[in-house]
T-cell receptor, first 116, second 116 residues
Framework: AQKVTQAQTEISVVEKEDVTLDCVYE???????LFWYKQPPSGELVFLIR??????QNEISGRYSWNFQKSTSSFNFTITASQVVDSAVYFC?????????????FGKGTKLSVIP | GAGVSQSPSNKVTEKGKDVELRCDPI?????LYWYRQSLGQGLEFLIY????????KSGLPSDRFSAERTGGSVSTLTIQRTQQEDSAVYLC??????????????FGDGTRLSIL
């Protein structure tokens, strides 16, 4: 079973629309960390946000917002008023410190295309 | 430089040859990670370094893969007797390692490896 599931493989929206990228995770640890990374066409993975398992507050950063719900093991990402520059592949990732390495387990990614 | 630096950016080699990929982490980052990104497998963890030691090698796919890190800084990933299935983008990431609080990983641009 996948530890991080991003059910949406590809999404297309028209510029200025809002879009939500889904992420569902699976872990037995009580302490863990969740991340979102953006991979634009240039290829570099860009860190967007980190959330630890004890902090369920939603977070907003400009047009980006994140909704973390432990009850449903979800960490969804919403882009408000999307722009063409938001076009990228977005990865959700889980880190479980139990192994000691804090390695990231990534979902398969969601490719977002914002059409002008 | 300010970010994680990887070289070469692209490498094309014949099946059976050995290759070395280099990663120069962000200055002061004690943790270093190698990941592999391929179409079929997505983003996969390979190995983790804390300082010069590698306490987690669990992601290395075979004994043809090895890595070392010297001086707590530069790391080299070596693939011996390359096979076509080794074709992928190899990503390096680094992070601060603070025991009380987990730090996000910052990624380089990757090395695109093509095995002919």
């Amino acid at each position: 079973a996948q530890k991080v599931t991003q059910a949406q493989t590809e999404i297309s929206v028209v510029e200025k629309e809002d879009v939500t990228l889904d992420c569902v995770y699976e872990t037995r640890d009580t302490t863990y960390y969740l991340f979102w990374y953006k991979q634009p066409p240039s290829g570099e993975l860009v860190f967007l946000i980190r959330r630890n398992s004890f902090d369920e507050q939603n977070e907003i950063s400009g047009r980006y917002s994140w909704n973390f719900q432990k009850s449903t093991s979800s960490f969804n990402f919403t882009i408000t008023a999307s722009q063409v520059v938001d076009s990228a592949v977005y990865f959700c990732a889980l880190s479980e410190p139990g192994a000691g390495s804090y390695q990231l387990t990534f979902g398969k990614g969601t490719k977002l295309s914002v059409i002008p | 430089g300010a970010g994680v630096s990887q070289s070469p950016s692209n490498k094309v080699t014949e099946k059976g040859k050995d290759v070395e990929l280099r990663c120069d982490p962000i200055s002061g980052h004690t943790a270093l990670y190698w990941y592999r990104q391929s179409l079929g497998q997505g983003l996969e963890f390979l190995i983790y370094f804390q300082g010069n030691s590698a306490p987690d090698k669990s992601g290395l796919p075979s004994d043809r893969f090895s890595a070392e890190r010297t001086g707590g800084s530069v790391s080299t990933l070596t693939i011996q007797r390359t096979q076509q299935e080794d074709s992928a983008v190899y990503l390096c990431a680094s992070s601060l390692r603070v025991t009380e609080q987990y730090q996000p990983q910052h990624f380089g641009d990757g090395t695109r490896l093509s095995i002919l």
